[in-house]
């Protein structure tokens, strides 16, 4: 979950990570994992404005489904 300095602030913001990010262990509350359709997700525009921002339109998610195994 996204969050500002405060460990306490986290709210229904979330961020993607596209790569393994030791730092951020323990600091962050992991939502889920992607298990299959990656090709989903590489084609999801990276941020590259300040603190990741995507510059221009970012991408929508037009459908979520959460499912258990």
């Given at each position: 979950m996204a969050r500002t300095q405060d460990p306490d602030s986290a709210n229904s913001q979330f961020f993607i990570v596209f790569e393994a990010s030791p730092h951020l262990d323990g600091?962050?509350?992991i939502v889920g994992q992607v298990v299959e359709g990656m090709d989903v997700v590489d084609a999801i525009k990276l941020?590259?404005?300040?603190?990741?921002?995507?510059?221009?339109?970012p991408d929508l998610m037009e459908e979520v489904r959460v499912t258990e195994d």
């Open positions: 600091l962050y509350t941020g590259r404005g300040r603190n990741g921002a995507v510059v221009g339109e």
